[in-house]
Structures are given as structure tokens and as C-alpha cells.
């Protein structure tokens, strides 16, 4: 599959999900639902590069993302609601990480860790994606080369406030 | 029994572990104090009386090997030069999403207006974000000049920072990077970082 194929056309929000949403029966269910997906984001194991290295690093004792109830990182996407791209997309691996953000279930969000998922990076050759949100929505930009594992937590701080104000509940 | 005494074993290592200090660093309350030469976030700066450093030649670049750095330069209006030099930087555009903090670009500056500073919090939820622009990044015109110099400079106190001849200063940097104390300002960095033989080279050549 070419990765010009399956590049992402946003999703039109149904009519129900905004009927829905004006409620005000549905407006406090939709707090309590973020409060509790954004307290237990499940990371999908997933390394590409030497970020990676960097995001185990922000699991161990000394940083603990355990705090964040972000720890438990799951072997198998249909387990995972955070997928954290931590390293060179390469044109080879990108339908790879295409595929393997399909078979998460909704709710689901990206982390792009890194200059090379985030933008590229120093590679910008016909071998590497220049940024992984032209296959995949992507929700916080960490840069760095790579980034500490501070500022990998700061990036799913950020996320969690996002998911607390985006006010889904399917 | 052989089955009942490595469980208590276990549990005995699991006991002991209970009074140790706590490994943790609280991250966004607590924070783990950085390197001195911690290189993130670009900075440009300021001369003394508020003009900008950045001339505008455009060194850092072409030398940033992801072509970070986007740069305008325009010639000063004479009556109200924005720095010292024939021209400023107009656009001064800096992409953190590429920049790979190598800090060569703080190597190449000619005016020393770029430093590195610590400070890698720079998540941002999408790419045009991440593109900071001159005045997100130039410290403000009322803030004192306290990285005059590179900023592997920055421990020194602010007396040490005189107007320097670029020779001494080539040769603070080489001191400093070499961790040769220099007659200047005693000890640029501490000798005892470094071990083994070249350190002890390095003790006898200095002593």
C-alpha cells in the first residue's frame, strides 16, 4: 500500500454525536468520561529508534510515568488507547504504523516523539515520511533529538488536558 | 519447606526495599537540575544597551545541518539601527519540530547572539506551533545581559563577563572546554571531572 493511499481525510462528526453533545445531561458524563480515559492512558508498545530508548527511560523508577497512570504499555493495539511514535518513520514502516493505529479502538490519540516523527527530523530523503501526521492524526508534537524523558511526560500532561476538554464520549 | 523458604526470601528483599529513600523525581513539581552545558531551546540576545546582537549573516543557517533556521536580513535604517552591525535579522524563524539542539549554529555566530538554554518543555499540539519566530525567542530589550558570552558561560558570575578582546575569549572557550583553569577567572570548570592519564596530563601542564 503507497503511502500516498492512505493519507488521513478528516472525519465528519455524525449527527447524533451532535445532538448529543449539546445536552446537558451528556456535557457532565463527557467530563467524567475524559477525567477517566486521561487518568489511564494505556501506551501501545511501539519503538522505532533511539526515542524509544528515551520512552522506556520515562517508565523507570526515576521518572515513574506510573504517576500519570500511563504506565502500563500493552503488547497488542486492540489494548492500546495512546500510541506514542518514538523514532524515524521510514516509507518501509509507515502502512506498518498505519495499520497498527487502525486496529486500536476508538478513543484513541498520537503522541509524535521526536523531530523525526514530528517533522522529519535531520532526514529529509526520499527513504523517510517527512512527519508521521501525513499517515496518522497526530495529537502532541514532542521535538527534540530526542527528547528528555521530562519533556515526553510534559507532552502527555498536555494530552491529558486535551482529552479532558475535548468532551467526547463515543 | 524448600518451598517455603525462598518465598520469604523474596519478601525479605520487598521488606527491605520499603525503607530506602525514594528513587522518584516528581517531575512537574520537582525538578532534576540539568547539565551546565544542557542544550535545548534556542535564545538570541541582547547587547547591553538593547540592541540585538543577530547581524543577519545568515552563519547558523547554513551551517544547521536540518535547515532549522529560516532568516530575512535587511540593511539598518541608520537612525534607528535595530543592531550594531550593517544589518539585523527582519525574519528570524526557528523551527523546533527539525532542530536537532547540536548547537552548532551557537558555535558558528560570529556576535554570540545565540545561546542555548535549558529549558526542553516545548510539546506543542501541532507543527505551525512549533515554528517560534524572533520575538518568541529574543529576550526582552529590559533584561539584563547575563549570557554575554556562550552559553557555557552562564555559571560565571556576571563580574566575570567583561567586554573581552575575541581572543581571550577563544581562549576562555578553549579552557573551558578543555577544563584548563585559565589566569583570568581562576578555575573555568573543575579538573576533577576528568580522570585517568589526560587529567593528569593535564593537572601537570597547569600547575
Same mark, same amino acid.
Given at each position: 500500500m503507497a503511502v500516498e493511499e492512505i493519507?488521513?481525510?478528516?472525519?465528519? =462528526? /455524525?449527527? +447524533? =454525536?451532535? &445532538? +448529543?453533545?449539546? %445536552?446537558?445531561?451528556? &456535557? &457532565?458524563?463527557?467530563?467524567?468520561? /475524559?477525567w477517566a480515559r486521561k487518568n489511564s492512558l494505556w501506551p501501545l508498545t511501539f519503538g522505532l529508534a533511539c526515542c524509544a530508548i528515551e520512552m522506556m527511560a520515562s517508565t523507570d523508577p526515576r521518572h515513574d +510515568?506510573?504517576?500519570?497512570?500511563? =504506565?502500563?504499555?500493552?503488547? %497488542? $493495539?486492540r489494548q492500546a488507547d495512546l500510541m506514542i511514535v518514538s523514532g524515524t518513520v521510514t516509507m518501509k514502516m509507515a502502512p506498518v504504523v498505519r495499520r497498527l493505529y487502525e486496529q486500536m479502538p476508538e $478513543?484513541?490519540?498520537v503522541i509524535a516523539m521526536g523531530s523525526c516523527s514530528s517533522v /522529519? /527530523? $535531520?532526514?529529509?530523503?526520499?527513504?523517510?515520511?517527512?512527519g508521521v501526521d501525513q499517515i496518522i492524526p497526530v495529537d502532541i508534537y514532542v521535538p527534540g533529538c530526542p527528547p528528555r524523558p521530562e519533556a +515526553?511526560?510534559?507532552?502527555?500532561?498536555?494530552l491529558q488536558e486535551k482529552i479532558q476538554q475535548s468532551g467526547r464520549i463515543f | 519447606m524448600s !518451598?517455603?523458604?525462598? #518465598?520469604?526470601q523474596g519478601l525479605w528483599v520487598t521488606f527491605r526495599h520499603l525503607f530506602r529513600? !525514594?528513587?522518584?523525581?516528581?517531575?512537574?513539581?520537582?525538578? !532534576?537540575? #540539568?547539565?551546565?552545558r544542557a542544550r535545548w531551546l534556542l535564545n538570541l540576545q541582547r547587547h547591553p544597551d538593547g540592541k540585538e546582537r543577530c547581524v543577519g549573516c545568515m552563519l547558523c543557517a547554513a551551517i544547521c545541518p536540518t535547515e532549522a533556521i529560516f532568516i530575512i536580513a535587511e540593511e539598518n535604517d541608520p537612525d534607528q539601527p535595530v543592531s550594531h552591525g550593517e544589518r539585523y535579522a527582519r525574519v528570524w524563524d526557528y523551527d523546533t519540530g527539525r532542530c536537532i539542539f547540536c548547537g552548532f549554529c551557537v558555535e558558528a555566530c560570529p556576535e554570540e547572539a545565540l545561546i542555548m538554554t535549558p529549558i526542553f518543555e516545548l510539546a506543542r499540539d501541532s507543527r505551525r506551533k512549533m515554528i517560534l519566530h524572533k520575538e518568541d525567542i529574543t529576550v526582552p530589550p529590559s533584561t539584563p545581559p547575563r549570557h554575554t558570552w556562550l552559553g557555557f558561560y552562564r555559571e560565571l558570575p556576571e563580574e566575570e563577563l567583561p567586554v573581552m578582546e575575541p581572543y581571550q575569549k577563544h581562549l576562555r572557550y578553549e579552557a573551558y572546554l578543555r577544563g584548563i583553569p585559565h589566569p583570568d577567572h581562576g578555575e573555568a570548570r573543575k579538573i576533577e571531572f576528568l580522570e585517568g592519564e589526560h587529567a593528569q596530563h593535564l593537572r601537570e601542564k597547569t600547575s
Open positions: 493519507r488521513l481525510s478528516r472525519r465528519e =462528526e /455524525g449527527a +447524533l =454525536e451532535r &445532538t +448529543l453533545r449539546q %445536552s446537558i445531561l451528556f &456535557t &457532565t458524563v463527557e467530563q467524567v468520561a /475524559g +510515568l506510573a504517576r500519570f497512570g500511563a =504506565e502500563v504499555f500493552r503488547a %497488542s $493495539p $478513543p484513541k490519540w /522529519g /527530523g $535531520p532526514y529529509n530523503s526520499y527513504a523517510v515520511l517527512q +515526553l511526560i510534559y507532552a502527555i500532561q498536555k | !518451598r517455603i523458604v525462598p #518465598l520469604f529513600r !525514594r528513587f522518584t523525581i516528581q517531575y512537574p513539581e520537582e525538578r !532534576r537540575e #540539568l547539565p551546565k
